[in-house]
């Protein structure tokens, strides 16, 4: 069993490898992939996570397109996944998402991806590493790490409920409408993605404590069942992976914008306010 920290340093990282039973998976663009990436790392495209069928396109493959990835892929129930990207976590935090999706909890995210891992001057590769395939299955998918539409609608308005919208602040006003409607969710409290990454650490998250207040301040706190989203469940894959290292009940609600603006039946807000 891997004693690896959810949020893993660099540097932390740099001076254990080669790991025995470990999958480090880079969800950088390829070209970024091919130039330079944790040694021995393999990629992995975004989409094969992805469904990409409306209305809810960020919702994850169909059990049977999972099970072929994650073989795939070589994943076992025992090995440790290092997750990490080239934007801040988003792709790494959704696919540490999808492995909570099929019980696999063993997994951590390199801080800052190769951002931070180039900053610190730490030795890179060049080149493609296959994968050595495996017979994966999934049981069934563990359905409290998402939270569906119509769960969302039941649990508007109640005190132990909050909703973290990722989306840029022209998204959540209505200002900027990307589905059938602009605006957001009613009560849902806005902190776009990037926000929490600090630029001039290589993309590292911000000061957890003082992220762990600001979110408090905002009502997103422990005492609370936590829903997150974006447009598409991307950039909410980074505000996913915050809520797992701040000890929050943190949900995907995977449908979206993408699905909750399309749909004329569901409550929306615009402004500034939830």
């Given at each position: 069993m891997s004693t690896l920290p959810l949020l893993i340093e660099p540097k932390e990282l740099a001076a254990q490898l080669p790991l025995a039973n470990t999958l480090i998976i880079d969800q950088s663009k390829l070209d970024t992939y091919l130039q330079h990436h944790i040694p021995g790392a393999i990629h992995l495209d975004f989409k094969?996570?992805?469904?990409?069928?409306?209305?809810?396109?960020?919702?994850?493959?169909?059990?049977?397109?999972?099970?072929?990835?994650?073989?795939?892929?070589?994943?076992?129930?025992d090995t440790h996944v290092i997750a990490y990207d080239d934007e801040g976590g988003g792709w790494a935090g959704r696919l540490i998402w999808a492995l909570d999706m099929i019980g696999h909890s063993q997994y951590s995210y390199v801080n800052g991806g190769i951002h931070a891992w180039l900053k610190d001057g730490l030795t890179t590769e060049a080149g493609e590493n296959q994968p050595v395939a495996s017979q994966f299955k999934i049981q069934s998918l563990q359905h409290d790490?998402?939270?569906?539409?119509?769960?969302?609608?039941?649990?508007?308005?109640?005190?132990?409920?909050?909703?973290?919208?990722?989306?840029?602040?022209?998204?959540?006003?209505?200002?900027?409408?990307?589905?059938?409607?602009?605006?957001?969710?009613?009560?849902?409290?806005?902190?776009?993605?990037?926000?929490?990454?600090?630029?001039?650490?290589?993309?590292?998250?911000?000061?957890?404590?003082e992220f762990r207040e600001l979110l408090k301040a905002m009502g997103i706190d422990e005492n609370k069942e936590i829903a997150t989203h974006c447009q598409t469940h991307h950039r909410s894959g980074y505000t996913?992976?915050?809520?797992?290292?701040?000890?929050?009940?943190?949900?995907?609600?995977?449908?979206?914008w993408s699905e909750w603006g399309n749909d004329e039946s569901t409550p929306v807000n615009t402004g500034e306010q939830p």
């Amino acid at each position: 069993m891997s004693t690896l920290p959810l949020l893993i340093e660099p540097k932390e990282l740099a001076a254990q490898l080669p790991l025995a039973n470990t999958l480090i998976i880079d969800q950088s663009k390829l070209d970024t992939y091919l130039q330079h990436h944790i040694p021995g790392a393999i990629h992995l495209d975004f989409k094969r996570l992805q469904l990409g069928q409306k209305p809810t396109p960020g919702a994850l493959p169909s059990l049977d397109d999972l099970n072929a990835l994650f073989s795939e892929l070589g994943l076992t129930p025992d090995t440790h996944v290092i997750a990490y990207d080239d934007e801040g976590g988003g792709w790494a935090g959704r696919l540490i998402w999808a492995l909570d999706m099929i019980g696999h909890s063993q997994y951590s995210y390199v801080n800052g991806g190769i951002h931070a891992w180039l900053k610190d001057g730490l030795t890179t590769e060049a080149g493609e590493n296959q994968p050595v395939a495996s017979q994966f299955k999934i049981q069934s998918l563990q359905h409290d790490f998402a939270l569906t539409k119509d769960e969302i609608i039941e649990r508007i308005g109640k005190p132990d409920f909050a909703i973290w919208d990722a989306r840029s602040a022209q998204e959540y006003s209505g200002e900027k409408v990307i589905s059938a409607r602009g605006g957001h969710i009613p009560g849902a409290v806005n902190y776009e993605w990037t926000r929490g990454m600090d630029a001039e650490n290589g993309l590292r998250i911000q000061n957890l404590d003082e992220f762990r207040e600001l979110l408090k301040a905002m009502g997103i706190d422990e005492n609370k069942e936590i829903a997150t989203h974006c447009q598409t469940h991307h950039r909410s894959g980074y505000t996913y992976l915050v809520g797992k290292i701040l000890g929050l009940n943190i949900k995907a609600y995977a449908g979206s914008w993408s699905e909750w603006g399309n749909d004329e039946s569901t409550p929306v807000n615009t402004g500034e306010q939830p």
